[in-house]
């Protein structure tokens, strides 16, 4: 990018619109996430199919993700992350007009295609913008997506509850998304390619010190996507619960994600990455044991808040020690993204593949499961501690930290 110089108004002013476009990203994902139960009678597909279904947004990512790049270069940071916002916000409303597994595949698989490429366009600035600064902020961008996920989801726990066809809330809700996110980009950095500098590979292998990084955030995004997809389908099926509760357990979950993300950038510094995510390994075991054991949906609703607390932070602090664990940032921190992306393929396909087998109750055994490797592998977050240099004078002009 070019090497333009901002002053300290102008870049806290970029956090805060950032911040704002990462709560209207989790908006998003919470709205759709509480009327799956809705989406899957209307589809009339099984559990099993449900799974492959929700296999399909983490496809379109994963394919699309390395277009993002591409297009910010060709269009510049801001212009980009305006149109491919528009874009996921709009595909809210695809996958409730989906009448069978084909169409509810496709639908999915462009909804998660646009949020993989926003999500990328996003991130990029965010660390951009955490590099002006000096300091940590990753946490807490990634806890504003968690309070926007919980806006979404209280508002689809109230439609659910009214019996709101999802096909109108989704309707209604992308319209005000997608107005609330084009405001929000006209103030994030609008960086632009240098006239001399090479468009970026579409594709490139991640380095050899981002895969066992990359493994830790497998494990949180497995358990952050199986959560989310899926807690409102275990209350209704495994315990019984209404519509509106089961829809408020994904809302639990969320908010306990959210009220840790905010608070994470605080909490690493005086703990350290590796300490705070041994610790929140430990919680989100205990948590998904509580899942699995749960005779009533308060034990799992109070599960689902447990395993969200505990990986909360993990997926931020990944891509802060894959910027820091090698010569090429960029590509280690796409690397990690690649794997965590896969994740969210692998997750939703096989707790209901799992689930048509057995029970939900074995699925998230093996959520469980995973969630010990979190204290078990934190160590190779060591990287994401060294914090860079603080600022003292937030108003002085804050140039490209880059050569």
């Known amino acids: 990018m070019s090497d333009v110089v901002y002053d300290g108004r102008e870049v806290k002013r970029a956090r805060y619109a950032v911040a704002a476009v990462f709560t209207v990203h ?5 709205s759709f996430a509480t009327r799956v139960p809705w989406i ?36 510049g940071a801001r212009t980009a992350l ?38 990328v366009a996003m991130n990029a600035l965010g660390v951009e913008v955490e590099n ?22 209280l508002g689809g726990t109230l439609a659910a509850h009214l019996g709101t ?10 319209a005000v998304l997608t107005v609330a996110g084009v405001v929000a ?29 990359g493994a830790v955030g497998f494990c949180a995004v497995f358990a952050e996507g199986a959560s989310l997809d899926w807690s409102a389908v275990y ?57 699995v054991l749960a005779d009533h949906p308060a034990i ?31 590509q280690a921190i796409a690397g990690v993204a690649t794997i965590t992306y896969t994740s969210g393929l692998v997750a939703p396909s096989a707790i209901g593949g799992l689930a048509q087998l057995t029970s939900l109750v074995v699925s998230f055994a093996l959520v469980t499961l995973l969630s010990t490797g979190l204290a078990g592998f934190a160590g190779v977050l060591r990287t994401a501690e060294r914090k860079p240099a603080r600022i003292n004078r937030p108003d002085a002009a804050v140039p490209d930290p880059r050569p």
């Open 300 to 330: 799992a609703m109070t599960g689902f808040a447990l395993v969200g607390l505990g990986i909360a932070v993990v997926v931020p602090l990944c891509f802060a020690a894959a910027g820091r664990s090698g010569p090429n940032p960029s």
């Open 40 to 75: 899957q009678d209307h589809a009339s597909v099984s559990a099993g199919q449900l799974g492959l279904a929700l296999a399909f947004p983490a496809l379109g990512a994963s394919v699309a993700m390395p277009l993002a790049g591409s297009i910010t270069h060709r269009f």
């Open 185 to 213: 980009c006209a103030w994030v950095l609008d960086l632009q390619p240098a006239q001399d500098e090479e468009p970026p590979p579409r594709f490139a292998l991640p380095p050899r010190s981002a895969l066992l990084i």
């Open 82 to 119: 305006r149109a491919l916002m528009a874009l996921w916000t709009l595909a809210l409303v695809l996958p409730s007009l989906a009448p069978n597994l084909l169409t509810l595949c496709l639908a999915l698989f462009v909804f998660g295609a646009t949020a993989g490429m926003a999500d």
């Open 165 to 174: 066809d999802a096909r109108v809330h989704h309707a209604l809700a992308a």
């Open 26 to 30: 989790g908006a998003v994902a919470g």
């Open 235 to 291: 209350l209704r099926d495994e315990l019984g619960s209404s519509a509106g509760l089961a829809a408020a357990c994904t809302t639990a979950f969320t908010l306990t994600m959210a009220i840790a993300r905010i608070a994470g950038d605080k909490v690493v510094d005086r703990y350290g990455a590796v300490r705070t995510v041994r610790s929140g390994g430990v919680l989100a075991t205990f948590g998904g044991l509580l899942i």
């Open 132 to 153: 002006r600064l000096g300091r940590s902020i990753m946490s807490g961008l990634h806890g504003m997506w968690s309070a926007g996920a919980v806006l979404g989801s």
